[in-house]
Every structure is written in structure tokens, then in C-alpha cells.
């Protein structure tokens, strides 16, 4: 049943160019650290005079930021202690290419514009950001009950905007930590829009246009380099943002879950309305904020015995345990919005972004937390009525207070908040901050507008077609392991070293299988760069080794951390030819390849061998 559901996609992908957007930093990390500076973010009217509710709710954790500034990646740009430079010509030309592949209208005049971004990963509050495109569109396969279709789905826009800091330290309503040298690095947004209808054809489209960007050859490649956000609805629910999604088979899982919790959401939201009629007290706690607070009750004396050894760690550490009951709201927090998910986790995640670990609340079972006493006493402290429940936290003072009456407001609201979230590996997603409005977004004054000129256009037009590289592929390749590389992250690799004369089977089944088969093994497959991997099929290819030793090299490599030429010395993995090996068959008189290869598997071709047996025996 369609519910009423609306998908929209927003894709975003780290462009593979020399320099950052703003300044000539290099793109290529560096662990050379130089210094470290602070930051503390406000949030600041804009030019009509409204503040972001999403800003505003980031400046009220208000922590100081760490950030690690790298040598040759970091300038005064991102210190945000000089104005941004012109910007990147190169990521201007790839963005314009990628507007061409997606049938978009080209803007006349570039504008870069700030977008509101206080939560630390930005050192100057917001994120620059310029459309390049509008109103594309996409042709994809979709299948639907077994049959597939073809469909369209159009491209609202087409943005090229700065990456963001890399987080180091966790959010713990203290220091975080992030390092400078991500920052800058540029990034091209398509956005779909909302269109599509279930997890499974949202999967697709985020496939397809990362196969589309895949092929221009120009986009980085590695964990992070790539990341879908998903905007979600249900009829009767709201517009939730969730982001950060970076594993495609998540996709499905993400969207499944969230069209569950805003239908369960909806639910909830009908009994609320019902508590709310017959306790119009409740009312007034939302309107006064005082009178709000004093239903918070200091609970720690209660637990300096207790049994809960998590709380007793906390309370002997200085930290204080609050109190707040909850009318009408029993069984209620228990209520599952999707597995392993309940109301009470929802009300957990918006505690946890006022710096403390959870909540602990009245439909759980207590027995686990071995707070049966204390419970008891909280019910009297509280006043409760059979049907209340209760929520308890610990943390320190002021951070318990705000986490408490957040928590009540939210438990409360009559309707879905539209919100940000964040998706965890699981696909379960996670309360960040209210969804940002209006007045997000102004113009940058320190950029000036570009023109778009016929060059550049022209420029623009010099790239492949999807079309002319899945072709290409599978002119190569059988469909099975031709489709394997098509999806692959490793597809221009592929291209690359069967353009170095490499074979074609054997490039696709290193790229794919060996590297899978390593990494199943325990074998840490990220200290392999692409030119390390080249380094070692070209000694493949100049008859340096054997086919069974390119997985026996790879692990040498990186277990020793070196590059092919240099291990392979010492690693006695050289391919023995020619006469070397005629020399080897005769002195160890060795009359059947089997024999020969048990020994010197990863050392001898097998058919050069059997070739030279068979000319010994005529």
C-alpha cells in the first residue's frame, strides 16, 4: 500500500581534484599535523532577521570545537581567518559535465551561497554552496513484482559545495574533535525528487546515478567519499531528513524502518491527543517554562546504595540522578516503532543530544537495571497515578534539566516533528536536530559570481557516456563478472589497467574477488592504494609472476606495508621461465605438471609448463 509515501534522494560525492574548492590546499590527506585550534559557534538572525531552528538548536549545546590542522591541507580558508579564493575551475568544469550527463539546465551566472552549519563541522558556521543545474533528469530500470520498467525520476538540482570537517571525538556535549583537513574539499549534491516510493527503487536510483558519476573518472573512491541522504514522508506523518547513509544495501533497511516509525509514530500521536484532552494540566507545563522545570525532581540521595552499578559509577563520579513523571504515558514508551526500536528509544535519542547516555523509563524492565527499590520511592516522590509513567536520568545538573524538558515537550507532541536523523550501520535512525527552514540559507558576499562562458560549456561536453563504458565492459568481460565490475567502486581502476595492457579477466577478478577474499581474511584491504595494486598486475603482466601469486603478493604487501617492486625481492614469489624452468624440470626430473605445480605452485605458469614437459618427452 502506498501510504501516501514520498522519497526524495539526495546524493553526495567527493570530486577527485588536485586542489580544494576555495583555496589551492591539496585533496590528498596528510597526517602531518601542525597545530590544533578552537571554535565556539552562535547562531546569528540572518538578513530578514530569523534565526534557523535547526542552528539555534545546535547553539544551545553550544560546546567548543577542536580542530587538527594538517601541513599542505589546511590554510588560513579553512581557519576561517581569511576569506575564501576564487573558486575551483576544475570542480566548476566537473560539475558542469555532470549537469550535461543528467539533461539538466545550466544556470547563466554561478552563486555561491552560506548555508547555515553550526554543529562543528564547519569552522565558519555554514557550508558554501552553488547550484549549477536544474530540472534534470534520470532514466533508470526499476523492477516492480518481478517485472522490470523503465522509469524517470527528474533531478530538482545540481549543486557543487564544500565537504565538511572529518569528525575525530564522539558528541559528548564537551570538546569535539575534527580535523581540517577534509574541510574544503569539494563536493557535487544532486537531489531528486520526490518521487520515488519504496526502499528498493530508492536503492536504484542511487545506484544508477553513482554508476553515472562513477564513469566520468573523476569522483575520489574509499569509505566516505560517498553518502546518500533520504528525505522521507508519510501521508498524515512529516518531512524527515535522514543523512549520512553511505552503504547502498542500507537503503532499503533506512527507509523501511522510517516508513514503519512514522506510521507507528501516527498512532501515538492519536493517543497523545486523548491524554492531553483529559489532562489539560499539561498544557500549561508546555506554555511556562518555570513551572515546566519544577516538575524535575533531584532523585540522587535515592541511589547512593543502589544496586545498578552503571548509576552507582555515575553518583560516586559527582553525578546527579533526576526524576520527571510523565501523566498518562504509561505503556506508552514501550509501544515498538520498528524492531528493537520503541517510543522510548525515540524520547533517548533527543536526551542523548544534551550530552547524556539515555534515558531509563516506567515500561522497561526494571529487574535488569536492579532498581526495583528505588523505583518504588520514585513513584511516591513523583505522585504518581496508576496510568503515569516516569523518566530518569543521570548526568550533570543543568544537562539533565534541558534532556528532561525536551524529552517531555517531544513525548508530548500531538503530530511527527519534521526532523534531521542520522542512520546508524544497523539502518536504525537516530534524533539530531530540528529540520532546518528558510533562513538556513543567504548569499556569500566574499565570492563573486561566475559566468558561465561557450568554453566552458564546451569543456563540459568532453566526457563518457554510461552507455559507452557498460559497453566497453562488457566487450571485455562475460555479463556475470562484467556486471560485478559495472557496480564496482574499482571500475575506473579496471579501465585503467586494461588500458595498460593488463588482462582483462584477470584485472576484474583481482578488483573484485581477490580483494573480497583478503578482506574476509582478515587482511586490511585499505592499505592497498589503487597504484599498489597496478604496481603489482604489471609485474603480471611483464611475466614477473604467476597468476596464483597476485593474491600472495597483495598479502605480502600488506602485511610488510611496502610497494610490489620492493617486496617482491625478497619474498620469493619471482616466476620461474624459459630456461630457468626447463633447467628446474630436468634436474628434479619431474615428469607430469601436477607433480611440479604441488611444489612450485605460485612460481610456474602451468601451461608453459606442460609445454616444455611435453617437448622433454618427445
Known sequence: MDKGIKIGLEL???????????????????????????????????????????????????????????????????????????????????????????????????????????????????????????????KYENEIEGRKEEKEIGIQTIAIEEESCGIIGEQKGEIESFRLDRLGIPLVEIATTPDIKNGREARTVAEQIGLMLRATGKMMRGIGTIRQDLNISVSGGARVEIKGVQDLDLIETVVENEIKRQTRLIEICEKIKKIREIRPELDDLFENEYVLEQCIKEVTELFNGTGSKLIKKSVESGKSVFAMKFPGMKGIFGIELYPDYRYGSELSDYAKTQGLGGIIHSDENIEKYNLKNEVSEIVKILKLEPNDGWI???????????????????????????????????????????????????????????????????????????????????????????????????????????????????????????????????????????????????????????????????????????????????????????????????????????????????????????????????
Open 12 to 138: 553526495h560525492q567527493r570530486l577527485a581534484t588536485k586542489n580544494k574548492l576555495f583555496c589551492r590546499c591539496s585533496t590528498k590527506g596528510n597526517e602531518e599535523k601542525i597545530k590544533e585550534i578552537k571554535r565556539k559557534l552562535h547562531a546569528v538572525p540572518s538578513e530578514l532577521g530569523q534565526i534557523d531552528p535547526a542552528a539555534l538548536f545546535e547553539s544551545k549545546k553550544a560546546p567548543l570545537h577542536k580542530y587538527d590542522f594538517y601541513k599542505g591541507t589546511c590554510c588560513l580558508v579553512e581557519a576561517d581567518d581569511e576569506p575564501p579564493h576564487e573558486m575551483n575551475s576544475e570542480a566548476v568544469i566537473l560539475g558542469l559535465t555532470i549537469c550535461n550527463m543528467l539533461n539538466a539546465e545550466i544556470v547563466d551566472e554561478i552563486h555561491v551561497m552560506r548555508k547555515t552549519v553550526i554543529d562543528g563541522s564547519n569552522t565558519s558556521g555554514f557550508q558554501r554552496t552553488a547550484i549549477l543545474g536544474l530540472n534534470g533528469k534520470l
Open 392 to 618: 530518569v536520568v543521570v548526568g550533570e545538573k543543568e544537562q539533565c534539566i534541558s534532556a528532561l524538558k525536551l524529552v517531555f515537550k517531544r513525548a508530548y507532541e500531538t503530530k511527527v516533528p519534521e526532523e534531521t536523523r542520522r542512520a546508524d550501520l544497523q539502518g536504525k535512525t537516530h534524533y539530531m536536530r530540528p529540520l532546518p527552514g528558510s533562513a538556513r540559507m543567504y548569499p556569500e558576499t566574499d565570492v563573486a559570481p561566475i559566468r558561465i562562458t561557450d568554453s566552458m560549456l564546451s569543456e563540459s561536453q568532453d566526457y563518457p557516456s554510461f552507455e559507452e563504458i557498460e559497453n566497453r565492459v562488457y566487450s571485455l568481460l562475460n555479463r556475470e563478472i562484467g556486471g560485478k565490475i559495472i557496480r564496482s567502486e574499482k571500475l575506473n581502476l579496471f579501465l585503467e589497467l586494461v588500458e595498460e595492457g593488463i588482462n582483462p579477466v584477470v584485472a576484474a577478478v583481482t578488483c573484485e574477488d581477490t580483494l573480497k577474499s583478503l578482506k574476509r581474511d582478515g587482511f586490511e584491504i585499505a592499505k592497498l592504494s589503487e597504484e599498489d595494486i597496478k604496481e603489482a598486475l604489471l609485474l603480471y603482466r611483464d611475466e614477473k609472476i604467476t597468476k596464483a601469486a597476485i593474491p600472495e603478493l597483495l598479502k605480502e604487501m600488506i602485511k610488510r606495508n611496502g610497494h610490489a617492486n620492493e617486496v617482491i625481492k625478497d619474498s620469493g614469489l619471482f616466476r620461474i621461465s624459459g630456461e630457468e624452468l626447463k633447467g628446474l624440470i630436468i634436474k628434479e626430473n619431474i615428469k607430469d605438471v601436477q607433480s611440479l605445480m604441488v611444489k612450485y605452485r605460485l612460481n610456474v605458469d602451468p601451461q608453459e609448463a606442460s609445454k616444455i614437459i611435453s617437448e622433454l618427452k618427445k
